[in-house]
């Protein structure tokens, strides 16, 4: 049912709407309260933008970020008009989907700003893009934005959001000519793939064209911000759209500063997320 759902909705522009209009929710409320001279913390808005994405997908259902009981309330009334639905799997369903949607994508935003706001001049040269694909194709089309792109993955591998991956082995296996038993837990991490100097050179540094070749995006599949194999992040597709479209609507319509000193990862947990990382938000004109 995941997969049909997200096949319908996924490259229609339904999808593509769903997002835009979350998306400015988003702008709508970092400048409301980001652009005065202290700035915000911008997690609990990019938390509403993407809980939005989902719950409208999933029920056709939005919510206000100032309404916490919505969400309980959204799981009952879905439980009881879907008679196929009993309220367990419902439950279930939507609590992983949205463990997995919110704090995922709201930190790989938060890390996008953070890291932003400390490179105007990236923050420029994207925005001539966007601007010049908004002359040529009255939107923002990720095949005019190679640049872009290539900041994104960078983003995504300097500080991937997840980093352990927890997994069983379901049969004998040798890698390396080590033994992995059946049944065998195997702890991964994408942060030493990601941040490997045989794969990625100078890994501790921003570099915004890593991914960006004579004025091509150049894909790199080493960037497994996603996870690997075949069982890997089932909202990988929605979630890369997202982050285009609420990126790239953030650097069209503000210029970002860093507003608190501290770059510093909050103590780790599942999700790997930036300790105080309040961003100005300046309208641009
Ligand atoms: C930047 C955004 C995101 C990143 C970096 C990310 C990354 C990941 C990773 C690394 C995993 C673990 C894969 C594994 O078991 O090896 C995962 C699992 C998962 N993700 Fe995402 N994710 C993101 C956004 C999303 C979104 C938007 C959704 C839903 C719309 C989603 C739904 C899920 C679910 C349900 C799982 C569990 C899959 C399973 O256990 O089989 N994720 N994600």
Redesign the pocket.
Known sequence: MWYQTQQKLTGKNRMREIIEQSSSTVNGILFRNGSGPKGMDPKQAFVNG?VNV?SEFSFGLTFDIDDPSMLQNMMLIAAETEPGLGFDVVAGTVF??YA??SD??AN?LHWFCITLADHPDVQEKIHAELVASLESENEIKKDKCPFTRSVLLEV?RLN???DT?I?RSSADSVVDDVLIEKGSTIQ?S?YAVLHNPQLFPEPELFKADRFYKEGEFVNDIRVI?????L??????Q??AD??FIFATNIIRDFRLSRSSKSLQIAKHRFVRMPKCGNVRFIKRE
Do not use: S
Request: aromatic share 6%; net charge positive.
């Open positions: 993407t989902v992983a989907t997995g949607a995922t994508l790989q995504q991937p959001v997840i991956l997994h991964g994408t911000a996603f996870g690997l194999g069982r890997n992040c089932i909202g990988k929605i979630a997202q982050y």
